[in-house]
């Protein structure tokens, strides 16, 4: 990948056509190992997280809703704790069975259970995402730190050396340094597009959770007037 993005910024020069990993990582110093170990951490974070967010959790809210509201309709809880049973390994599922478990209860005991097992449930969807950012930021800031270590050690190594060569020494110091610079913003937008995409992804969800717990509710707020007497 690194090959393809010198090629794509100095075209077919074959002086970068046959640019290696191993050069690019040992002209850029120790701190290309960091911040390869820091994208190997980011990687492995975000196939984690996207599996749990996009793969376990990928039920049809709406649907699954629906056919909950369809049964409370008629009034058979069974039935409706029978649906939510076929989701119980979902957030979802979870609340509306606290919910169910309250029926017929004051409104505001059922308002209070929805609300704590919704908040049981936001750790467990946003679990760990906000590293993906953590793990941008200390990308581009090893970078940084790589440059400027670079830096002082090309400006140190000009001052001993003739004056013929300090021109061509301080270039190649700071085309030295730059490489932790490029390296450090490779590892770090991947991370932050995949930060946005997972906690987009656990908005989303939450906002669900909120909606279809106030539906309940409001569900059952209505079944319970339906059946008090006059």
Known sequence: MI????????????????????????????FMYVILLTSI???????ERAYFLYLRLSLNIDKAFKRVEVRLESENYQQ??????????H??????????????RRDKEIEQALQESILREIPMIKARVNYLSMFANIATLLGLLGTIIGLIAAFSGISEAAAAEKQEILAAGISVAMFTTAFGLIVSIPCLVGFYLLNNRGDYLIGKLDEKALGLF?????????????
């Open 80 to 89: 409706a704790m029978e649906e939510v049973g076929k989701f119980s390994n």
């Open 3 to 30: 090959d393809y993005v010198f090629v794509l910024i100095h075209g077919m020069n074959p002086k970068f056509k046959g640019y290696l990993m191993f050069t690019f990582f040992s002209n850029g110093g120790i």
């Open 41 to 47: 951490a980011a990687f492995a974070l975000f196939c």
């Open 218 to 230: 409001n569900i059952l707020s209505n079944i319970k007037r339906q059946s008090a007497p006059a």
């Open 91 to 104: 957030p979802l599922g979870r609340t509306l069975k606290t919910g169910l478990l309250k029926a017929g």
